[in-house]
């Protein structure tokens, strides 16, 4: 337990000291983006970039908005580039929501402001990728074989519910759905689907709810494993999502997402050697839709020294995503790490 507190520390000074090269000073924010101060009293920020499902930049204003559980919300607005930034945040959790586009599923991300005293202020980076609607969760011969065998009633309700959550009313899908489990109460599918809604709506106890008794009506299925994996992720439970993740990857081993938040919760343990082989595999099966794992790997190599590795996940990170908002610090952080090679003294040979 010492030991993995003590790895858990270092992983938390480093990706501190990271946060810190790369933070985006308010006169560092790109020219034309939208920003909005919060008014409350804080002094750290939570912006982003958000991309089409196609990868393009949105060239459209896009609304946004701020949650907290005990300050309220804020609203803004994306800029013609995507991009968007809340400023004036004291630490706290605050959840970016994005779900006023009709084409597009809802965009949920948790974000935990940190600001250690004595430390200047942060500046939390998103880059956002809409997913459009319509896309199944399960492929089509595993949605038919398990529907089959549904009452009529119960089925009614559940497309009801999908229909629902296509049009952005995630209540009104949760409430079709829980319809038809109490109909059909082996219903695995839409227990699966109603986590999935609840974790979208941040409310990740009864996603983790939902999602556990998905997993006891069918113990083999791996998508409620990887679902509930996920969100145990979220909720900062890394050591029972590396132990279900991992599980989920013996079942299915080219799954790139569950590569990837498994690769985040051994990183979180403090597990670097592991997080950065499941980090590089979820690159290897997912490739450029695995860009987040670029910037955790990156913190890997830093925390190793390793300078040469360090550069190549930045610059690798920046040409997938080259209108993130801290793209400038981005590249004075790989231009410092080049000088300073440069600068090292020779190794002279041994005799």
């Given at each position: ?14 990706l501190?000291?990271?946060?810190l090269?790369?933070?985006?000073a ?35 204003r ?18 013609e ?38 430390m ?95 997993i ?12 509930r ?123």
């Amino acid at each position: 337990m010492l030991v993995r507190d003590i790895r858990r520390l270092f992983l938390s000074v480093v990706l501190i000291s990271l946060v810190l090269a790369l933070r985006v000073a308010a006169q560092g924010i790109p020219p034309g983006s939208a920003s909005t101060d919060t008014g409350l009293g804080g002094s750290n920020s939570i912006g982003g970039a958000i991309l089409l499902a196609s990868g393009q930049r949105a060239e459209h204003r896009i609304t946004v908005r701020l949650q907290s559980m005990t300050r309220g919300d804020r609203v803004t607005t994306s800029d013609e580039y995507g991009n968007f930034v809340f400023r004036g945040l004291p630490p706290g959790d605050y959840t970016v929501v994005i779900d006023k586009e009709k084409e597009f599923e809802p965009f949920i991300q948790t974000v935990s402001v940190i600001q250690p005293r004595g430390m200047p202020p942060q500046t939390y980076n998103l880059s956002v990728r809409l997913t459009l609607k319509n896309e199944r969760t399960f492929p089509p011969g595993v949605i038919n074989a398990e529907l089959a065998k549904v009452p009529k009633r119960a089925l009614d309700m559940y497309n009801r519910g999908v229909e629902l959550a296509k049009t952005g009313d995630g209540l009104g899908a949760i409430q079709q759905l829980q319809g038809a489990v109490a109909e059909y109460p082996e219903f695995m599918i839409a227990y699966n689907e109603m986590g999935v809604l609840y974790m979208k709506l941040n409310e990740l106890k009864k996603a983790d709810e939902a999602l556990q008794t998905a997993i006891k009506i069918d113990p083999k299925n791996y998508m409620p494993q990887m679902n509930r994996g996920i969100v145990l992720v979220m909720q900062k439970r890394y050591a029972e999502a590396e132990a279900l993740l991992r599980e989920v990857v013996k079942t299915k081993k080219d799954l790139a997402v569950a590569h990837y938040f498994l690769g985040q919760a051994l990183a979180y343990l403090g597990n670097f050697d592991e997080a950065e082989k499941e980090l590089l595999k979820s690159v290897e099966l997912g490739g450029d839709e695995m860009k987040e794992a670029h910037r955790l790997l990156a913190i890997i190599y830093s925390s190793r020294g390793d300078k040469k590795n360090t550069i190549a996940q930045l610059e690798t990170y920046l040409k997938l995503v080259p209108s993130t908002p801290d793209a400038e610090q981005l590249k004075r952080v790989i231009e410092k790490l080049k000088n300073a090679d440069s600068t090292a003294p020779a190794v002279q040979p041994k005799p």
